[in-house]
C-alpha cells in the first residue's frame, strides 16, 4: 500500500538502507580485494599500503593454468618475439613456461583439473543428497514409520560431530576398501555430510504440501509414484532448489576431508590453491586468480535459482 | 454410474473408533448426503469409499464388486476435497485433463472432453490461467470439472463449499444440483451445512460420533426425527426441546405453570414409556394468538428475530421458553402477552434415557 510515511518512518528507513550499504561494503571488502589481486602484477600485490589504481593485467591467470619454472638466463630477442602474448607476460615476471621437450607443447598446471574434479564431486553428490533426501522426506511425511521421531533425530544426531573428528578413521577405511583420492570416495563423503541436513530441510518443504495434492492424484487413476513424481515434486522444486545450493557450497567449499582424502586424481580446488603458496615465494596474484575463478560456479548457481531461492529461504513451499 | 454398498464397516484409528458399523446402500444416480457435525466420521467415511482410507473391518462394494482393499486408482471414483486439491504448476486446462491422462486418452478426444466439462461448469474462459489467478468458486467449478471429466462411477464431495461465502454457497449449490439432475451421477456429498443437506440430497444421511442416525429423504428427516439428536441437528431455527410429564391428557413442560392438551390419540405412545420424556417441537409448530382461546396458555414474549419473511418470537411460559415462528409483525415487541398452542400432530416425544422418538416407526 502506497500510504503517507511520517517522517519518522522515512528516517527509519533511511537509517536501515545506509546500514545495509556499510554492512555490504563490509562484506564485499574480500571480494573486491581478491578480485583485484588477481588482476594485478605481481609486484603491486602486496605493497603496502595497497594499490588501488594500476594497470590490470592478465597474466595471473595465464600462470594459474601453465606450469612455469624460474628463467635462469634472459630469453633472447628472437625466442621473446616469437613467444605468443601470454608466454611473452610469464617472461617479463621473471619466469618461462615449461614445455614439453619433444612435441614443445605447453605444460598446464593442475589447476584445470582440480576445478573439474571440484565440479564433478559437488555437482553429484548435491544431485545424490537432494534427490534421496527427498525421498527419504516424503517418506516421513506421508507415511506411519514406526519410531519416525527417533530416527529423524538419529539423522539429524549425524550431524552433531564436528565431521574432522572422524577424518583419521575415515582416511584409515578409505584406505583399505581403496576409495582413498577417488571421486567416488569424496562424493560419498559429502552426500552423507549433507544427507541429513536435505532430509530435515526437504521434510519441512513436504510437510507444507497438503496432502490432498496426491490423492486427488491416486482417486484420479495414478499410482503413488506417478502421483509423487507429477504432483509432490513440481511443488517440492522450490524448496529442493534451496536444499541443493546449500548443499553444493558446503561440498564445494569443503577443505579438511578434501585435503587427507585426496592428493592428485580426485584433488579438488580447495586444497590446491593453498598450495600453490609453498612452492618458492609465494606468488598471491595467481592464488587470487584462482580463488576468484572457484568463486564464480557458486555465484552461477545461486543466480539461476534465485527465483527459488527467494521463496525457499523463507522455508515455505506453498502459498495458501 | 454405480450402486454403492456400504457393509458393517468399522474404522479405528490406533483406540479411537471413528465408523462404527455402518451399513447403507446409496443406488445408482441417487444424490446421497452425509450430515453431521465436525468430526462425527463423514470425511472418514468419504475417504474409505473413495480408497483413501482402508477399513478395519467390514466391506464395501460398488456395483457388487467387493472394492475394499483395491487401491484407490482402481475404484473408478472421483473426489472433490474442500481445498487444495487444484496443482499450483498446472493451467486449468492442465488440471482437468490430469485424470484424463492417466488412462492415456488421445489428445483430442482429451480437448474434447476438456472443453465440453468447462462448458458445463461456465469456466471455459480460464482454461489458460493457473488456479492461483481464480475465485474461490472457480476453483471449486475447476475442481469438479476435474472430478467429472472421466465420467467416474461416482462423485464424491467432501464439503466443496465450505470454504465459500455465505452467497456463493447458495448459487453453487444450485449448480451442482442442476449438474447431478444433467448428469446423472452416483453422488455422496458431505457437509455440516443442514441447509446444503435438504436443498441437495436425495437421501440424508446423518453421523454423529461414527454412528449412522438415521436416513431418509430431507423431508423425512425432518418431519420425523428417529431421535433428539436429529431433531436437534436440523432444522433452523433449532427444534425446542423440553422435558415434559404427562398430567392427564395435558403435557406439561417442567418449569411452566400450566399444560398444553392433546387429544389422547397422539399420546399412545408417550403413554408407554416409564421414564423420563422430552418434547420436540419446531418454532413452526408452536403457535401463538393474541387472544385468549381454547388449548392455549398464556406466555410472555420477550425476544424477538424479525427475519424479513417472518419472525422468530421467544415466549416465556413459567420458567421455560419456547421459540415459535410467526408472521412478521405478529407481535409488536418484547413483554407482550399472547397466548401459545402447540400444534400435537407436529410434536415428538423422546425418551429422554435413550433419545428414541416415541412414535416409533412413523
Ligand atoms: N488420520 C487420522 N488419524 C487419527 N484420527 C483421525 C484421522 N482422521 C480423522 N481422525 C479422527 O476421526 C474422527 C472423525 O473425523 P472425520 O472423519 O474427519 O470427521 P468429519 O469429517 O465428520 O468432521 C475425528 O475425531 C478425527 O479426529
Ligand atoms: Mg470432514
Same mark, same amino acid.
Given at each position: ?235 517440492? !522444486? ?54 576468484? !575463478? ?27 | ?50 480408497? !483413501?482410507?482402508?477399513?478395519?473391518? %467390514? ?175 436440523? %432444522? ?11 398430567? %392427564? ?114
Amino acid at each position: 500500500m502506497a500510504g503517507v510515511r511520517t517522517p519518522r518512518e522515512i528516517l527509519t528507513n533511511r537509517v536501515a538502507i545506509v546500514a545495509v550499504f556499510v554492512a555490504l561494503a563490509i562484506m564485499l571488502t574480500p571480494i573486491y580485494w581478491i578480485a583485484s589481486t588477481s588482476f594485478k602484477p605481481r609486484n603491486l600485490a602486496t605493497t603496502i599500503p595497497p594499490t588501488v589504481v594500476f594497470e590490470p593485467t592478465v597474466s595471473p591467470f595465464v600462470k594459474l593454468f601453465t606450469k612455469r619454472s624460474q628463467l635462469r638466463e634472459q630469453p633472447t630477442q628472437e625466442e621473446y618475439d616469437a613467444a605468443p602474448w601470454w608466454e611473452q607476460m610469464v617472461f617479463d615476471g621473471g619466469e618461462k613456461v615449461v614445455r614439453n621437450r619433444r612435441s614443445g607443447e605447453v605444460t598446464m598446471s593442475g589447476y584445470g583439473d582440480r576445478f573439474t574434479n571440484s565440479l564433478i564431486i559437488s555437482i553429484v553428490s548435491t544431485v545424490l543428497a537432494v534427490s534421496m533426501g527427498t525421498l527419504t522426506a516424503y517418506g516421513f511425511s506421508r507415511f506411519k514409520v514406526a519410531g519416525e521421531d527417533d530416527w529423524l533425530f538419529f539423522i539429524l544426531s549425524t550431524r552433531m560431530l564436528p565431521p574432522v573428528v572422524v577424518a583419521i578413521p575415515m582416511f584409515l577405511m578409505y584406505r583399505v576398501v581403496g576409495l582413498n583420492d577417488t571421486h567416488l570416495g569424496l562424493i560419498i563423503l559429502y552426500t552423507a555430510f549433507n544427507l541429513s541436513f536435505a532430509v530435515w530441510i526437504m521434510k519441512g518443504f513436504i510437510d507444507e504440501i497438503p496432502r490432498e495434492y496426491e490423492e486427488a492424484a491416486l482417486v484420479d487413476g495414478y499410482t503413488r509414484m506417478q502421483a509423487f513424481f507429477k504432483v509432490v515434486l513440481p511443488e517440492a !522444486l522450490t524448496g529442493m532448489a534451496a536444499t541443493a545450493v546449500f548443499c553444493f557450497i558446503t561440498a564445494w567449499n569443503e577443505y579438511a576431508f578434501a585435503l587427507i582424502m585426496t592428493n592428485r586424481n580426485a584433488q579438488t580446488a580447495p586444497p590446491y590453491i593453498p598450495s600453490q603458496v609453498g612452492s618458492g615465494l609465494p606468488d598471491w596474484t595467481v592464488i587470487a586468480a584462482g580463488t576468484l !575463478l572457484f568463486l564464480i560456479p557458486v555465484a552461477i548457481f545461486t543466480f539461476l535459482l534465485r527465483n527459488h531461492l527467494l521463496r525457499g529461504m523463507s522455508f515455505g513451499a506453498i502459498r495458501k | 454410474m454405480a450402486q454403492i454398498d456400504i457393509r458393517n464397516v468399522q474404522k479405528f484409528f490406533g483406540q479411537h473408533q471413528v465408523l462404527k458399523n455402518l451399513n447403507l446402500t446409496i443406488e445408482d444416480g441417487e444424490f446421497v448426503v452425509m450430515l453431521g457435525q465436525s468430526g462425527g466420521g463423514k470425511t472418514t467415511a468419504l475417504r474409505a469409499i473413495a480408497g !483413501l482410507e482402508t477399513v478395519t473391518s %467390514g466391506k464395501i462394494l460398488i456395483n457388487g464388486t467387493e472394492v475394499q482393499d483395491r487401491k484407490a486408482a482402481d475404484r473408478d471414483i472421483a473426489f472433490v476435497f474442500q481445498s487444495f486439491s487444484l496443482y499450483p504448476h498446472m493451467t486449468v486446462r492442465e488440471n482437468i485433463a490430469f485424470p484424463l491422462r492417466a488412462v492415456r486418452m488421445n489428445a483430442a478426444d482429451r480437448d474434447k472432453a476438456v472443453s465440453e466439462v468447462a462448458e458445463t461448469l461456465q469456466i471455459a474462459e480460464h482454461l489458460n490461467r493457473k488456479p492461483s489467478a481464480l475465485s474461490g468458486g472457480d476453483m471449486q467449478r475447476v475442481a469438479i470439472g476435474r472430478a467429472l471429466v472421466r465420467r467416474p462411477q461416482a462423485l464424491l464431495m467432501d464439503e466443496p463449499l465450505g470454504v465459500l461465502d455465505a452467497k456463493l454457497r447458495e448459487q453453487m449449490r444450485a449448480e451442482i444440483k442442476r449438474l447431478h439432475i444433467a448428469r446423472g451421477s452416483t453422488s455422496v456429498y458431505v457437509t455440516h451445512d443442514q441447509i446444503e443437506a435438504m436443498s441437495l440430497a436425495d437421501r440424508i444421511v446423518i453421523l454423529h460420533d461414527g454412528v449412522l442416525q438415521q436416513v431418509g429423504p430431507p423431508d423425512e428427516v425432518y418431519l420425523h426425527p428417529t431421535n433428539l439428536f436429529v431433531a436437534k441437528f436440523v %432444522g433452523s431455527p433449532v427444534m425446542n426441546v423440553n422435558a415434559v410429564r404427562l398430567e %392427564g391428557n395435558s403435557v406439561v413442560i417442567n418449569g411452566a405453570s400450566q399444560g398444553f392438551h392433546f387429544p389422547d390419540q397422539m399420546l399412545g405412545h408417550a403413554r408407554s414409556t416409564a421414564g423420563e420424556m422430552t418434547l420436540g417441537v419446531r418454532p413452526e409448530a408452536v403457535l401463538l394468538s393474541h387472544q385468549p382461546s381454547d388449548g392455549f396458555v398464556e406466555a410472555v414474549t420477550t425476544n424477538i428475530e424479525p427475519l424479513g419473511s417472518h419472525d422468530i418470537v421467544d415466549v416465556r411460559l413459567g420458567d421455560t421458553v419456547l421459540r415459535a415462528r410467526t408472521e412478521s409483525a405478529f407481535v409488536s415487541g418484547e413483554g407482550q402477552k399472547v397466548w401459545a398452542r402447540i400444534d400435537p400432530s407436529q410434536a415428538h416425544f423422546f425418551d429422554t434415557a435413550t433419545g428414541l422418538n416415541l412414535r416409533g416407526a412413523n
